[in-house]
């Protein structure tokens, strides 16, 4: 957005390209992860689930998609489980509040790996890493252009110091910065979750470990959508008050949900009739009643009859469900004059 500070206008010459990790998928050979290869036939309550293979990205994604030219993000320290923030004196913290811009970082530059991010509330602080510490910068330093490592495994990232290099961002576990001389990539506290709030959809053919395009192609962030099960014609709703249900009005406003794109694969759900209430899970069930925070991201998984499934991000025992199974089907809607056409069905 133009009413951000624009980043340094030059950066250090890019570095080769082993240094930033996590890449795409090969082509070849690619590994099909995140996918439950067979038809659940599965049935259970509201979302529990006890054993299914563990989730990671469509192949063709990573993490560091979400950190693109223009986009606003989250970075959610491995150590608090919170936002990193910064105050009103520019300070950084590891303990901010969700869903509020003060915790928000937008991305101003993406090439060859290397970031820099100011704070969405108080925009001339950048994001920095100093000799003798981690701190906010402004925009006419070059301590603020930060190189992206991707920890795959884990589906984190790490900020290195361009300028002093093996000096990273980090946060311990009382939501203070980390003297930078004293860290490196493996420790925790170096260690960061991405979660995108606003961002540029992909401009990528992702494909299914079956070798097919994936349904995340056609999910734009806000786009409308529906769930169902295709054997009882069931769809899933929120109540006015915030209560799960099923109908077989497919007609029916509440059945409909307004997608947010968090990134790699991860989705939150709202409520296109009640704003208020989106899907979410308490570590026990799906509910009709999550929070700002990542309890109330799911990651969507493929099958192969082309049905998806919804995993709780924060309880991955947890699934969203329609009348008792968790392999469900997915209309994308579009409203019109007060009603809405079904104009992509799985």
Same mark, same amino acid.
């Given at each position: 957005?133009?009413?951000?500070?624009?980043?340094? +206008?030059?950066?250090?010459?890019?570095?080769?390209?082993?240094?930033?990790?996590?890449?795409?998928?090969? =082509?070849?050979?690619?590994?099909?992860?995140?996918?439950?290869?067979?038809?659940?036939?599965?049935?259970?309550?509201?979302?529990?689930?006890?054993?299914?293979?563990?989730?990671?990205?469509?192949?063709?994604? +990573?993490?560091?998609?979400?950190?693109?030219?223009? =986009?606003?993000?989250?970075?959610?320290?491995?150590?608090?489980?919170?936002?990193?923030?910064?105050?009103?004196?520019?300070?950084?913290?590891?303990?901010?509040?969700?869903?509020?811009?003060? %915790?928000?970082?937008?991305? &101003?530059?993406?090439? !060859?790996?290397?970031? #820099?991010?100011?704070?969405?509330?108080?925009?001339?602080? *950048?994001?920095?890493?100093?000799?003798?510490?981690?701190?906010?910068?402004?925009?006419?330093?070059?301590?603020?252009?930060?190189?992206?490592?991707?920890? +795959? !495994?884990?589906?984190?990232?790490? *900020?290195?110091?361009?300028?002093?290099?093996?000096?990273?961002?980090?946060?311990?576990?009382?939501?203070?910065?980390?003297?930078?001389?004293?860290?490196?990539?493996?420790?925790?506290?170096?260690?960061?979750?991405?979660?995108?709030?606003?961002?540029? &959809?992909? &401009?990528?053919?992702?494909?299914?470990? *079956?070798?097919?395009?994936?349904?995340?192609?056609? /999910?734009?962030?806000?786009?409308?959508?529906?769930?169902?099960?295709? !054997?009882?014609?069931?769809?899933?709703?929120? %109540?006015?008050?915030?209560?799960?249900?099923?109908? #077989?009005?497919?007609?029916?406003?509440?059945?409909?949900?307004?997608?947010?794109?968090?990134? #790699?694969?991860?989705?939150? *759900?709202?409520? &296109?009739?009640? %704003?208020?209430?989106?899907?979410?899970?308490?570590?026990?069930?799906?509910?009709?009643?999550?929070?700002?925070?990542?309890?109330?991201?799911?990651?969507? /998984?493929?099958?192969?009859?082309?049905?998806?499934?919804?995993? =709780?991000?924060? =309880?991955?025992? %947890?699934?969203?469900?329609?009348?008792?199974?968790?392999?469900?089907?997915?209309?994308?809607? !579009?409203?019109?004059?007060?009603?809405?056409?079904?104009?992509?069905?799985?």
């Amino acid at each position: 957005p133009s009413s951000y500070p624009p980043p340094p +206008s030059t950066y250090p010459p890019p570095p080769p390209p082993s240094s930033t990790l996590g890449a795409n998928c090969p =082509s070849s050979p690619c590994t099909p992860v995140g996918f439950i290869q067979q038809t659940p036939p599965y049935q259970f309550p509201y979302g529990i689930i006890q054993s299914v293979p563990s989730p990671a990205a469509p192949c063709g994604m +990573s993490i560091l998609d979400v950190l693109k030219e223009g =986009s606003v993000v989250e970075l959610i320290c491995s150590t608090t489980g919170n936002p990193l923030y910064v105050n009103q004196n520019g300070q950084l913290d590891g303990n901010g509040p969700f869903g509020k811009s003060k %915790s928000e970082f937008c991305v &101003h530059s993406s090439q !060859h790996g290397i970031v #820099a991010l100011s704070n969405r509330k108080r925009n001339q602080f *950048f994001l920095s890493v100093q000799q003798r510490q981690t701190c906010t910068s402004r925009s006419d330093n070059d301590d603020i252009t930060l190189l992206l490592h991707a920890i +795959s !495994h884990k589906g984190y990232v790490a *900020f290195e110091s361009l300028v002093y290099p093996e000096f990273f961002l980090a946060i311990d576990s009382t939501g203070k910065t980390v003297a930078p001389q004293n860290t490196h990539l493996d420790m925790k506290e170096a260690q960061f979750s991405v979660r995108a709030k606003e961002q540029l &959809h992909r &401009h990528a053919d992702i494909m299914t470990a *079956f070798g097919r395009p994936s349904i995340v192609n056609q /999910l734009n962030d806000k786009a409308l959508i529906q769930f169902g099960n295709k !054997h009882t014609k069931k769809y899933l709703g929120i %109540s006015n008050i915030g209560q799960l249900f099923h109908t #077989a009005d497919s007609a029916d406003s509440l059945t409909i949900f307004i997608i947010h794109d968090r990134g #790699a694969g991860v989705y939150s *759900f709202q409520s &296109h009739a009640n %704003s208020g209430y989106c899907l979410g899970s308490d570590g026990n069930c799906v509910n009709g009643k999550g929070k700002p925070d990542q309890s109330s991201d799911f990651r969507l /998984l493929e099958n192969i009859d082309r049905s998806v499934c919804l995993q =709780s991000l924060t =309880s991955p025992q %947890s699934f969203v469900s329609v009348d008792n199974t968790i392999a469900l089907s997915m209309n994308l809607v !579009h409203i019109e004059t007060g009603e809405h056409q079904t104009i992509f069905t799985m």
